[in-house]
């Protein structure tokens, strides 16, 4: 499977998080609890891509 670039990932959690605000109270914290967990690997990409920059 091909890898999704950063920018494309970024733009899939933000939708997420607007979608968010859509969701029932309940949901609400299990939705917030996976983006939250979702971002870590987007974070370390974007600072491997940093450093390979650099």
Wanted: glycine share 2%.
């Amino acid at each position: 499977m091909k890898n999704m670039k950063t920018r494309t990932m970024l733009l899939l959690l933000a939708a997420a998080a607007v979608a968010n605000t859509l969701t029932p109270t309940g949901a609400d914290l299990a939705v917030t609890t996976c983006l939250c967990l979702l971002i870590l690997p987007v974070a370390r990409r974007m600072d491997k891509e940093s450093e390979q920059r650099q």
